[in-house]
C-alpha cells in the first residue's frame, strides 16, 4: 500500500522560510518525485521535481533561486526548502510520486498524491 504524506506548512510572513517534508512508503519502484501546489480558484501547477537519484532537479521559473528540492532515499523522504516567500506562493502544496526516472513538470505523469499541507505567506 502507497502513502504519501506532506508536513511541514503553515503561516509565515514574507521574506521568511518554510520547508516542507514528504514521506512515501509502500513504494517497489524507482521513482521521481514532485511539488505542486494550488491556489484558491487556480489550477494545480508544477513547482519542482527530482529525479529517482536527486541528480537531476527542475524548478518552475517563480520559484526558481529561492526554492530547493532535495531527497533522502535511505529514509524515504523528499524536502522542498522555500526561501524568501511571497503571498503568491500562498497554496495547497501537494507531493507526488511517478514511476519515471527523471522529473516530470506534467501532473499526469503522477500516480500517487499526497493530501497537502497548507503554505499561507502574508504581506
Known amino acids: 500500500q502507497v502513502e504519501v504524506v506532506e508536513s511541514g506548512g503553515g503561516l509565515v510572513q514574507g521574506g521568511e522560510s518554510l520547508r516542507l517534508s514528504c514521506t512515501a512508503s509502500?513504494?517497489?519502484?524507482?521513482?521521481?518525485m514532485g511539488w505542486f501546489r494550488q491556489a484558491p480558484g487556480k489550477e494545480r501547477e508544477f513547482v519542482a521535481g527530482?529525479?529517482?537519484?536527486?541528480?537531476?532537479?527542475d524548478y518552475t521559473d517563480s520559484v526558481k533561486g529561492r526554492f530547493t528540492i532535495s531527497r533522502d532515499n535511505a529514509e524515504k523522504m523528499v524536502y522542498l526548502q522555500m526561501n524568501s516567500l511571497k503571498p503568491e506562493d500562498t497554496a495547497v502544496y501537494y507531493c507526488?510520486?511517478?514511476?519515471?526516472?527523471?522529473?516530470?513538470?506534467?501532473?499526469?505523469?503522477?500516480?500517487?498524491w499526497g493530501q497537502g499541507t497548507q503554505v499561507t505567506v502574508s504581506s
Open positions: 527530482i529525479s529517482w537519484t536527486g541528480s537531476s532537479t
Open positions: 509502500g513504494l517497489t519502484f524507482s521513482y521521481a
Open positions: 507526488a510520486a511517478t514511476p519515471k526516472y527523471s522529473a516530470s513538470p506534467r501532473l499526469t505523469d503522477y500516480v500517487y
